[in-house]
């Protein structure tokens, strides 16, 4: 299942998700509608799900695992050349090819079975695993993680080839070129801008995507940097782990109200957050308040436009997000700014795993040394 619905008809209705009338209409890729895409990225997330579960459930993390492995690269395509439908709002840009790779490593990740990682290194060239510079990590735009990831089985594979290691080395040079860019620290116009308030900046439509993403992959490739006991050579300077979680660390606090507009972009965190967000349910009245039904073009005359905040908090959300000035206009009409996202949130759940995970390590150390003191 790739798609439910259509995002034209689904635009010209704002109404509950309650009372949409408008079809549901699921679409599916096959061996005749290909989807590489979708099927490449889906096999990565339940690869992926199946490491977390194999010890709490290891059942699930068995079924898991299964269809994943039944991931396979016979029948190439763009999901959105058999998916017309999806073309309008999320196409393929960037094409399978990062997913095929992204797909692999997480097979190989959860498996370690040497054909997935023989895949990522025949293919990383046809594919531009080991071709593609980027200074963007997205839902579409999966070469920053292939190549994080390949570039961690440089110390985590034992028994690599001249060929094998080679051609990982060529990913992780592409992994560094895009850390570096994050830093500023790549030759010439090859590094993502910042906004005057240290915002990661890449476009002006929900910037916040590729902020919360960057700093999900610079938190990992710092953790990397520090098991390996390593620094990044950048064009510009180098840097050590310390400070690449600084800046991934810099982004969370931005997000979170450090920043000029002193606003969360974490809706329902902080004293003062987007409380206009560009969202149906959000906007509307909750059905168990009224219960009178609202109409596919009602919602915009009676609650689209309205001035006043949202009746329901939308907790958990991160909007689109300021421009590169750093400027933000909370107005539902203004989508590009206030659209919530579930891709804008899915990489922050494991920056604050880490975060949290450094506090209470610092809070353990600064309690033994207190001890100690003590003692």
Request: net charge positive; proline share 3%.
């Amino acid at each position: 299942m790739s798609q439910v619905g259509d995002g034209d008809t689904d635009h010209y209705c704002w109404q509950r998700p309650e009372d949409m009338t408008t079809s549901r209409q699921a679409y599916k890729i096959d061996k005749d509608n290909p989807g590489s895409d979708v099927a490449g990225e889906t096999a990565a997330a339940m690869a992926a799900a199946s490491v977390v579960f194999r010890k709490s459930n290891p059942k699930y993390a068995r079924l898991l695992l299964h269809h994943a492995r039944q991931f396979a690269d016979k029948h190439r395509g763009k999901y959105d050349g058999s998916i017309r439908e999806a073309r309008s709002y999320y196409p393929s840009w960037s094409g399978y090819e990062d997913e095929l790779l992204w797909a692999a490593l997480w097979l190989h990740r959860a498996t370690a079975r040497a054909e997935y990682l023989q895949y990522v290194v025949e293919n990383g060239g046809a594919l531009g695993g080991t071709g593609w510079a980027v200074t963007e990590f997205s839902w579409d735009v999966k070469f920053a993680g292939v190549q994080i990831l390949a570039s961690k089985l440089l110390r985590d594979e034992k028994n690599l080839t001249k060929a094998q290691t080679a051609e990982l080395q060529l990913y992780r040079s592409k992994a560094e070129h895009y850390v570096c860019a994050c830093l500023g620290r790549n030759a010439g116009a090859g590094n993502v801008r910042r906004s005057p308030g240290g915002m990661l900046y890449v476009r002006r439509w929900n910037n916040m995507q590729y902020v919360t993403g960057a700093a999900f992959l610079l938190a990992v490739y710092s953790a990397q940097l520090e098991a390996a006991g390593g620094r990044l050579r950048c064009p510009g300077g180098d840097a050590g782990p310390d400070e690449v979680m600084g800046l991934a660390r810099s982004q969370a606090e931005y997000i979170l109200g450090s920043n000029p507009m002193r606003i969360s972009y974490l809706v329902g965190f902080g004293p003062k957050y987007p409380v206009r967000v560009h969202h149906r349910g959000a906007s509307i009245v909750a059905l168990k308040r009224s219960k009178d039904f609202i109409g596919c073009t009602q919602g915009y005359y009676d609650w689209y436009g309205r001035r006043g905040a949202n009746p329901n908090v939308l907790t958990g959300a991160i909007v689109g997000g300021p421009d590169d000035r750093d400027w933000f206009r909370d107005d539902r009409e203004n989508y590009m700014q206030t659209e919530a996202c579930t891709y804008n949130t899915a990489p922050l759940v494991g920056l604050f795993a880490k975060l949290h995970h450094q506090s209470m390590t610092l809070s353990l150390d600064s309690q033994k040394m207190s001890e100690i003191q003590v003692e």
